[in-house]
């Protein structure tokens, strides 16, 4: 009786223990709106086969800043959000290219080394105030061209994609 006990007992712990360490590496599935698929080459899926975040998942995940200048702005701005890079590390994404695609299918192809290359973050704010999808929100591809003059150029203007809504892992 106690031995069978102590045998539940450490089977229980034993379920539990697995259970933590998978959450360690599976992503919880999304409570709010979801603002951001990830589908394609992902090992973290939390939806079916992709991975899906909310905002609250996307503010968990560490912010970074970027001032600087744009030509859809006035001045130097501040941007923050999620780098791109901890997004793809969040997805389990793996792949050389991200297709990114907006609420309204605008779509751009963006090479993985830009991400490793460069603090290219997918902003949520300006100056501190949440992106609306009226001020191309609710995610914005913001590259650091103050920081890189030479990104100021026509192709990376293409990947500089506003409103996006999903990225496909190829
Ligand atoms: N969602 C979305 N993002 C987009 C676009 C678009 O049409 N929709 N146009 C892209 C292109 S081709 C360029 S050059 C830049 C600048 O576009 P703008 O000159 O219309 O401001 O934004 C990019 N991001
Ligand atoms: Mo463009």
Request: charged share 15%; hydrophobic share 45%.
């Amino acid at each position: 009786m106690i031995r069978r006990t102590v045998m539940v007992k450490s089977l229980f712990l034993a379920v539990v223990i697995l259970g933590l360490s998978a959450q360690a590496v599976a992503l919880e599935p999304p409570e709010g709106t979801v603002v951001l698929v990830i589908s394609g080459n992902v090992s973290h899926p939390n939806v079916g086969d992709e991975v899906h975040f909310d905002k609250e998942m996307l503010q968990a995940l560490p912010q970074h800043e970027t001032v600087t200048h744009t030509p859809w702005y006035d001045g130097a701005v501040t941007f923050s959000g999620p780098l791109g890079r901890s997004i793809l590390n969040a997805a389990g994404a793996q792949g050389n290219s991200l297709r990114v695609v907006a609420l309204n299918d605008y779509a751009s192809t963006i090479p993985v080394s830009d991400f490793e290359n460069y603090d290219v973050i997918l902003a949520m704010r300006a100056n501190g105030h949440v992106l609306r999808v009226r001020d191309q929100g609710p995610l914005f591809v913001i590259y650091p061209f103050d920081q890189h003059p030479a990104l100021l150029n026509e192709e990376i203007l293409m990947r500089s994609v506003w409103q996006v809504a999903r990225i496909d892992v190829q």
